[in-house]
């Protein structure tokens, strides 16, 4: 077993046992980064890990934006037609995922966050019906896998 991976659960085990059984209540308290700044994402990839881990890499998907460009214009001062774009190569179905962060964990983290994960969503599942009466869930493919053509 390599340090770093003794070092891992030697710590998980410590953090386990910081909180005794016979706690009946527990304070917990944020601390944050000077940089902290949560970001969007509309998708992720990811798996299991050659060390049994899960990593997951958070991303936000987009069309692709030109360096540069040039346009005619027209005599009312409005845009005409384009004249050029750098790269020139950018095909219209290329699609950039921009890597905005990553986790990696052990099995049991991802398992509460995938549990957390679901009683958030239950959440707003109830709230969505609550509002509105009636539950109006948006399935989204996710972005990983093949489309089923139409």
């Known amino acids: 077993m390599s340090k770093v991976r003794r070092a891992r659960k030697a710590e998980v ?15 917990f308290k944020y601390v944050f980064e000077d940089n902290y700044n949560p970001v969007y994402a509309n998708g992720a990839y990811g798996g299991p890990t050659s060390q049994g881990e899960v990593a ?3 991303y936000v998907e987009r ?6 460009e040039s346009w005619t214009v027209s005599p009312d001062g409005t845009l005409g037609k384009q004249v050029s774009r750098e790269p020139q190569d950018q095909e219209a179905t290329t699609i950039i995922r921009f890597v905005t ?17 679901g009683r958030a969503l ?24 093949p489309k089923a053509k139409k």
Do not use: C, W
């Not at 910081?18 to 304070?27: I, W, Y």
């Not at 069309?63 to 540069?68: R, S």
């Open 13 to 27: 085990q410590s953090h386990s046992k910081a909180v005794p059984q016979a706690l009946s209540n527990v304070r």
């Open 56 to 58: 997951i890499n958070f």
């Open 63 to 68: 069309q692709p934006v030109p360096i540069e």
């Open 101 to 117: 962060g990553g986790v990696i964990m052990n099995r049991d983290v991802a398992k509460r966050i995938y549990d957390f994960i």
């Open 122 to 145: 239950a959440q707003v599942d109830d709230a969505m019906t609550a509002r509105t009466g009636r539950l109006e869930v948006r399935r989204k493919v996710d972005l990983d896998e």
